[in-house]
């Protein structure tokens, strides 16, 4: 079996649009309730959603990645040169 920590893309892009899709879900009901008020409200809820997708998005590749290459630095630093 694999090691839990080991890097893949799959998994990358799965956890990644998964967040997206959670503030997508939560900002629905939000950008339908501003429409209601004022469309130009909607508008700039709508807008704010996608900035908050993007975010999310970029926070869980950025910290998968992140933790991927802190794993990778540690294990080449206890690791010895052969000679």
């Known amino acids: 079996m694999s090691d839990p920590r080991e890097f893949s893309f799959i998994k990358l892009a799965l956890l ?3 967040a997206g899709f959670a503030v997508l879900v939560i900002s629905l009901p939000l950008i339908w309730l501003a429409a209601k008020v004022a469309a130009w409200l909607g508008l ?3 807008l704010a959603a ?3 997708i993007v975010a999310a998005i970029g926070v869980v590749s950025g910290r998968m990645v992140d933790r991927t290459a802190a794993a990778l630095t540690q294990q ?3 690791t010895t040169p052969d000679r």
């Open 16 to 18: 990644s649009l998964s």
């Open 44 to 46: 700039i809820v709508a």
């Open 50 to 52: 996608l900035v908050g």
């Open 76 to 78: 080449r630093d206890n």
